[in-house]
């Protein structure tokens, strides 16, 4: 049985994606997958046995070009590969019209969510079996039923998610070196964690005598990552990585802190254990999930907003968390909570 995935970005729910596929592997007899992702996350589902065949889209590169995009040699390669094949299933995954598109262009029975299901109701359109599949559940447990439910499997979605991934597959940058890894950087202004709690967490960590590894993509993360490396004699700033560099680092990681971010939810298909650290944002529906998880949550009133911009106003002193739904998840509840990981 032969099954296409459409499922394109981000990093979160590519991964979110990888538990739905371990079910159908071991419900199903002979089942394979190809999947369609961002070219910038194809690597992941390489990683997963039960996926056979990578089909990258540069949407996000073509989205700024849309109709010389449209008609470029790249998009109709990309297609063609997308039609090359007839499917015994076509899943949508994602619920986006975006998806929806991409699905409409395969060849194969087009499932996807229902519109009172989907995040883009009008996504449903393009699908003629259409799923309904409660909103108010994690994004992992949501696609492990959609899956099931097209497939035809009774599926367990309460049990812990397995990722399908191994450790061992990945080298150990550092053999015999345990070492905690800080996930500083974030998309939106208000999920960072201050920069004075991570130093003081990091002159914490080097009281006890163990090694942080500190990744930074842009260049504004890697001057936060200097400064938080500058304040110990233990913390490392990791040269640029690559999606298989970064997860070599995070498996064998004696355990990480992070903001919410897409790479703490790859700690946790790793059974990396990891602190996951929500201000504005919350982790009962995208949250990170799996073996060793612990999610800090803020409990001032404002929380979790979801905005990209604090409504609230500046605190006039030196030591207060900006933002402040930040102040009391302070360094010393974090270090409780990682001692006993350590």
Known sequence: MRILIIKTSSLGDVIHTLPAITDAVNAVPGISFDWVVEESFAEIPRWHTGVRKIIPVALRRWRNQKIKAIWSKEFLNFVKSLRAEKYDYVIDAQGLIKSALLTRLARGPRHGLHSESAREPLA??????????EKEQHAITRVR????DTLGYRCNSESQPDYGLEAGVFENPVPGLPYVVFLHGTTWTTKHWPENYWCDLARQLEQAGVQIKIPAGSDLERKRAQRIAATTSNAEVLPPQDLRGMASW?????????VDTGLSHLAAAFS??????????????TGAIGAGQIHLKSKRICAPCLRRRCMEPEIENDNAAEPPCFSDIAPARVWSSLQPLL
């Open 272 to 285: 990396v254990p990891c602190i996951s650290m929500y201000g504005p944002t919350a982790p009962g529906l």
């Open 250 to 258: 995070l498996a064998h990681a004696r355990a990480v802190i992070a």
């Open 124 to 133: 449903a359109w393009a699908y003629k079996y259409k799923h309904k599949i």
């Open 145 to 148: 039923k959609l899956f099931a």
